[in-house]
């Protein structure tokens, strides 16, 4: 009774949390549901960046690539690799395209942040940024991630999953679930709270030294971002193998 009503409580913090902000937001209204309408824009001019590079690269495939072909080889390779080494040799494969997305979303995104600029572009209220400097994004990141090492779990084991709760001792059950709940918290406020506090950090010095100063942290920023993405697709692929592998 007492883990059923911890949990109920830790959900409605997590919904909670989708109403942090920082700062004003520009707001669409759909129906009886208000969405950041910023993020909406931004997430969709990733996408169709993503998207964009996708074709350009893959529509004239040849079998000695060329510059473009060979990049989109390589980023495949690395995501292929990543993955390979946190799920495992046999059940990797069908999680490429999960892992793939989820790092380089988070990775163009993490850059347009430092790379665009996007605060030229006027709203009513607020103003563009990275997607991933909302945390309504994270969040939705680390539960699609948390749906996921849940899937792979039920899907090869069924039922049988939820016995990882009670190893190897059924005391362990109330912090084993603690820690299904913890994980998409991790993600999501790791997520957030680094490229917050980047693009915060850059604006600043900005605003008091605009020539000198800003340009390596820029690049540190890129760098961090970079790392931010590599360390969610990362765990992301580590949570599935775990559940796959059916221990902590």
């Known amino acids: 009774m007492y883990t059923a009503q911890f949990s109920i409580s830790t959900l409605n913090n997590l919904y909670e949390i989708s109403g942090v ?3 004003q937001h520009f707001y669409w209204q759909i129906g009886s549901f208000q969405v950041h ?14 998207l964009s590079l996708a074709l350009l ?30 799920i495992g040799e046999e059940e990797y494969r069908p ?17 347009s942040g430092a790379l665009l600029p996007w605060r030229i572009f006027e709203l009513p209220h607020g103003e563009l940024a990275a997607p991933t400097n909302d945390i309504n994004t994270t969040v939705a990141l680390a ?43 991790s993600l999501s406020f790791r997520l957030f709270g680094n490229i ?12 008091l030294v605009p020539l000198v100063i800003p340009i390596p942290m820029m690049f540190l920023g890129l760098f961090t971002s970079a790392i931010q993405a590599l360390i969610f697709a990362t765990l992301a692929a580590a949570y599935i193998g775990e559940s796959l592998e059916g221990h902590h």
């Open 21 to 23: 902000e920082v700062g």
């Open 37 to 50: 309408a910023q993020v909406l824009i931004t997430s969709w001019i990733v996408i169709a960046i993503l």
């Open 57 to 86: 690269a893959t529509r004239d495939l040849q079998t000695i690539p060329l510059s473009g072909q060979n990049f989109v080889e390589y980023v495949l390779e690395f995501i292929r690799d990543l993955t390979r080494t946190q």
């Open 95 to 111: 999680w490429v395209p999960f892992i793939g997305t989820m790092f380089l979303f988070i990775f163009v995104s993490n850059w």
């Open 143 to 185: 539960l699609l991630t948390s749906i996921a090492y849940f899937y792979a779990g039920l899907h090869k084991k069924g039922l049988n999953y939820f016995s990882k709760y009670i190893q190897p001792t059924p005391v362990l059950l109330p912090i084993n679930i603690l820690e299904d709940f913890t994980k998409p918290l």
């Open 196 to 207: 917050l506090a980047d693009e915060l950090v850059v604006a600043v010095l900005i605003s």
